[in-house]
T-cell receptor
Framework: AAGVIQSPRHLIKEKRETATLKCYPI?????VYWYQQGPGQDPQFLIS???????DKGSIPDRFSAQQFSDYHSELNMSSLELGDSALYFC??????????????FGPGTRLTVL | QKEVEQNSGPLSVPEGAIASLNCTYS??????FFWYRQYSGKSPELIMS????GDKEDGRFTAQLNKASQYVSLLIRDSQPSDSATYLC?????????FGSGTRLQVQP
């Protein structure tokens, strides 16, 4: 079965640079979530989109922005990168707006390293 | 205090034994409860979801939910070395998942 696709899988950037992470949800899934997982930590919710509109916002820094496009893929844009942004970034998708059942399936992640 | 609490472990069990993982949550409005398995450096993999009080079984896995006690558990029967991973408890009331810090399970051959 098709899974969530993320690109790139690895990314190395310098401080103050920008980065764009991409996420392609499972076909027919309409909701996308972004999570950040630092070393030894649990995933922290950043932001989510349902039907191309922002649906929920977590601990996303103001330096980050995201959007969902008409084909339901999503991009996370990160500017003025800091050393502390080094982490695994996961995208997850779910069906039907993340309703009560809200099973979320995670992509393989993008490992971002900021030097 | 975290919204979702788990014992960090490691929980060590011999191969073939039952592993019991526990989780408590603080938000009484939580509606959906999940267990994810995560291998080091990999993404969380959904292994169980439960929405109502009681038990839910799927193969070697049984999830238990007690909303009155705000408690969720996962039992893994006939534990295998390949089950060695971090198990994340996650809850949600609306959309975003709130994770516990995870319990590291080690299954000894």
């Amino acid at each position: 079965a098709a899974g969530v696709i993320q690109s790139p899988r690895h990314l190395i950037k310098e401080k103050r640079e920008t980065a764009t992470l991409k996420c392609y949800p499972i076909p027919r899934h309409d909701t996308v979530y972004w999570y950040q997982q630092g070393p030894g930590q649990d995933p922290q919710f950043l932001i989510s989109f349902y039907e191309k509109m922002q649906s929920d916002k977590g601990s996303i820094p103001d330096r980050f922005s995201a959007q969902q496009f008409s084909d339901y893929h999503s991009e996370l844009n990160m500017s003025s990168l800091e050393l502390g942004d080094s982490a695994l970034y996961f995208c997850a998708s779910s069906l039907a707006g993340g309703g009560a059942n809200n099973e979320q399936f995670f992509g393989p992640g993008t490992r971002l390293t900021v030097l | 205090q975290k919204e979702v609490e788990q014992n960090s472990g490691p929980l060590s069990v011999p191969e073939g034994a039952i592993a019991s993982l526990n989780c408590t949550y603080s938000d009484r409005g939580s509606q959906s409860f999940f267990w994810y398995r995560q291998y080091s450096g990999k993404s969380p993999e959904l292994i169980m979801s439960i929405y109502s009080n009681g038990d839910k079984e799927d193969g070697r896995f049984t999830a238990q939910l007690n909303k009155a006690s705000q408690y969720v558990s996962l039992l893994i029967r006939d534990s295998q070395p390949s089950d060695s991973a971090t198990y994340l408890c996650a809850v949600t009331g609306r959309r975003a998942l709130t994770f516990g810090s995870g319990t590291r399970l080690q299954v000894q051959p």
